[in-house]
Each structure stands twice: as structure tokens, then as C-alpha cells.
């Protein structure tokens, strides 16, 4: 199977060139990572051409870097039936740059692309509908980004009084504790509730 994804890469740099940047097998799928204003004749070319064939659009969605300078990977999974194989494509962008839309070669990518907008803020251009997918209107921030903070910003709840849905900064409701990660057959530092109770 190697052999033939590693042929298959051979034959993929040869016909597309300077847009494939580098090729690498990962977890026994041959990975394309590619220029990121061609991404839509890359994946035409692997929909049509007669010796890829990976015509079923399985996912894409984004990986968040923020220590380098294009922090987002945009990651797509394609399939091919006939041949059996599967292939991974990447590219890198930043928070301002748009990464062209696949929609129009497979339509199945809007929800995918309408999500890691929603999770990264990657912006997709020509997309028929780049809207928020996951998270509510009024949102602010993109919750998969690694400095998002854990508990958010605000929290949403249904007010009985105003008998509306109401936008409240976040409130924790208890300080954080202090937890001391043991497991339960190493025996903690502290007496348990109840512990004073059992014979020596």
C-alpha cells in the first residue's frame, strides 16, 4: 500500500508541479502539503484525473499553531473508491488570509468549511454561505483557537424574569481547587470524611 500511495505522489508532484510543496506518508496516508491559492485545482485534479480518481470528499477542518507566524493548518481527507486509497491535503494560513473555497468541486465541504470558520476564524473566500455553524449570533471569538480562553467570555442562559435568552460575563460559581492528582491506591495526604471512624 506504501508503495503505491508513494508512486501515487510521484505521479501527483509531476503533473501539478510547484503547487504541491512537499509530500510525506503519516499514519499510512500519503500527505500533499500544498500552496494555499491553488488548493481548488489540486482537488479538481485528484476528482478528475483518471489515475486518482478520489472523488468522495470525506472532511476538512483546522489545526491552530499559534506560535508560528501562519498558525492554522486546513486539513482535507479525500477517498478513492476504485483505487482504495485515501489521501490527505494541507495548506497554511493565517487569521487574514482567505483560503479558496472548495464548494464549487465538492459541494459536501460547506458545513466543514462553515465550521472551522466558526471554531478557527479561518476565512474561507467564494464560499456560498460563510456564517457562523456551531456557535450562537451574538458569539465573539473563535472557541478551538489555543488562546481562547477555557471558560469563554460570556455565558448564555434563559431568563424567567425577562423571558428572554440573556448574555452574561462569565461567573464561576466556586474558587478553583486544589487537586492533588493521586489515585485513589496511593492513598491521599488528608484524612477523607468518615476515615476517623475506622478501627486501626
Not at 456551531?134 to 425577562?162: A, C, H, I, N, W
Amino acid at each position: 500500500m506504501d508503495t503505491t500511495l508513494l508512486e501515487l505522489g510521484e505521479y501527483i508532484e509531476t503533473k501539478l508541479g510547484e503547487v504541491i510543496l512537499s509530500t510525506e506518508m503519516s499514519f499510512g496516508e500519503l500527505t500533499l502539503n500544498v500552496e494555499r491559492n491553488s488548493i481548488v485545482d489540486v482537488v479538481r485534479f485528484l476528482k478528475e484525473d483518471s489515475q486518482c480518481l478520489f472523488i468522495c470528499f470525506i472532511d476538512t477542518c483546522g489545526v491552530d499553531y499559534p506560535e508560528r507566524p501562519e498558525r492554522f493548518d486546513v486539513v482535507y481527507h479525500l477517498l478513492s473508491p476504485s483505487r482504495n486509497l485515501r489521501i490527505r491535503i494541507r495548506l497554511t494560513t493565517d487569521e487574514k488570509s482567505p483560503v479558496k473555497s472548495i464548494c464549487d468541486v465538492f459541494p459536501g465541504a460547506d458545513w466543514f468549511e462553515r465550521e472551522a470558520y466558526d471554531m478557527y476564524g479561518i476565512l474561507f473566500v467564494g464560499h456560498p454561505d460563510l456564517r457562523r455553524l456551531l456557535t450562537d449570533y451574538g458569539f465573539e471569538g473563535y472557541p478551538l483557537r489555543k488562546d481562547f480562553p477555557v471558560s469563554g467570555f460570556v455565558e448564555v442562559r434563559y431568563s424567567e424574569e425577562q423571558k428572554r435568552v440573556v448574555y452574561e460575563p462569565v461567573k464561576l460559581a466556586q474558587e478553583f481547587r486544589n487537586f492533588d492528582y493521586l489515585s485513589p491506591w496511593e492513598g491521599t495526604d488528608y484524612v477523607l470524611p468518615g476515615d476517623e471512624k475506622a478501627k486501626s
